[in-house]
């Protein structure tokens, strides 16, 4: 069973930075694409960011210029970096891992960005 685990949401200001990590129980260059959502309170769940396998990038338009995401396959980890953070922002962000069909998903972690 895959497991993903992420760290790093905290409460921060407006215009902060915040770095969420993901790491996976497995080798993360076996996944053919990774990813970052999010889901703000009363809201539908988000696709942020993903990154394949070879390192493409993709974003939602909401966090382009302000996001990176990045792959680290020594220590099995992706990374969220988060700059010129939004009240907007304000979130569960959850890892998911994508293998031939079948999609992994971490337990979230919290990201609160207060005004």
């Known amino acids: 069973q895959v497991q993903l685990v992420e760290s790093g949401g905290n409460l921060v200001q407006t215009g902060g930075s915040l770095r969420l990590s993901c790491t996976a129980s497995?080798?993360?260059?076996?996944?053919?694409?990774m990813a970052w959502y999010r889901r703000a309170p009363g809201k539908q769940r988000e696709l942020v960011a993903t990154?394949?396998?070879?390192?493409?990038?993709r974003y939602a338009d909401s966090v382009k210029d302000r996001f990176a995401v990045s792959r680290d396959d020594a220590k099995n980890t992706v990374f969220l970096q988060m700059n010129g953070l939004k009240p907007e922002d304000t979130a569960v962000y959850y890892c998911a891992a994508d293998r031939f069909g079948v999609r992994y998903w971490g337990q979230g972690t919290q990201v609160t960005v207060s005004s």
């Open positions: 497995e080798l993360i260059f076996s996944f053919n694409a």
């Open positions: 990154i394949t396998s070879t390192g493409g990038t």
